[in-house]
């Protein structure tokens, strides 16, 4: 299996970076092959909605993005790690996100086949403790990219109260939080470790 592993965070190796590597620690065997990409490294911009995808089936911005989207027309998997800020995804990983809008007009504008199934992982970190609608936001935004990029199994992992229970391989919680999950993932779910409670639904 060939996975696309998202970096999202502006902070290199904090609680985002952390989250992502180890769960593909766990999530990925041995023969996977593993792209990791920091969005903070990349050179992109957001979305212009310049419609140039609605006459031709890429994007006709030249960034780094051009070879990305090569992945994630290619890969099985894609991991997404993001921290919320404001409600929201990161703005490093909303710009990307915005840029899958060439996926919505190869399908809809120009009636093309959708791109290649995969599955999509989303992991969701915030710093505020309890708060009800904490991932409501990103799981918004996590939906519609989702559908954009074809990633027929939606899996959403959610972490909140990071300011005071950073992630990291000490952090027993966390750890047993991820042990908690079923790494085949059979079906659509959203895992959720708040303030030491763990909440699993379907
Ligand atoms: C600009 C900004 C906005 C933030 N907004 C929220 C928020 O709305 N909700 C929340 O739970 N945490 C918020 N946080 C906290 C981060 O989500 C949290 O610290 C996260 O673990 C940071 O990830 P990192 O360690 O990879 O940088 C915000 C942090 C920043 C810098």
Redesign the pocket.
């Known amino acids: 299996m060939k996975i696309l592993a998202i970096m999202g ?3 290199k190796n ?6 992502l590597d180890i769960f593909l620690d766990k999530y990925a065997d041995k023969d996977d092959e593993i792209v990791k990409i920091s969005l903070r490294d990349l050179d992109y911009k957001g979305c212009t909605s310049c419609y140039g995808c609605a006459k031709v089936p890429y994007c006709i911005i030249k960034d780094d993005l051009t070879e990305i989207y090569k992945l994630i027309e290619s890969v099985d998997a894609i991991v997404f790690a993001t ?6 995804v990161s703005g490093l990983a909303k710009n990307f996100i915005d840029r899958m809008q060439v996926y919505w007009s190869i399908k809809f504008l120009q009636k093309l086949g959708p791109i290649k199934e995969k599955i999509g992982i989303a992991l969701i ?4 403790f309890n ?1 009800p609608k ?1 991932f409501v ?1 990103p799981e918004l935004v996590f939906d519609h990219f989702f559908k954009a990029t074809t990633c027929k199994r939606r899996i959403l992992v959610e972490v ?1 109260n ?2 005071d229970s ?2 990291n391989k000490d952090n027993e919680k966390f750890m047993e939080f991820l042990d908690q999950i079923d790494y085949d993932f059979p079906e659509n779910k959203t895992y959720k470790l708040d303030g030491g409670s763990i909440v699993n639904e379907n």
């Open positions: 965070s502006s902070r904090r609680n985002t970076e952390k989250f921290p919320i800020y404001f409600n929201s970190n915030g710093g505020a708060e904490q936001g909140g990071t300011d950073p992630i």
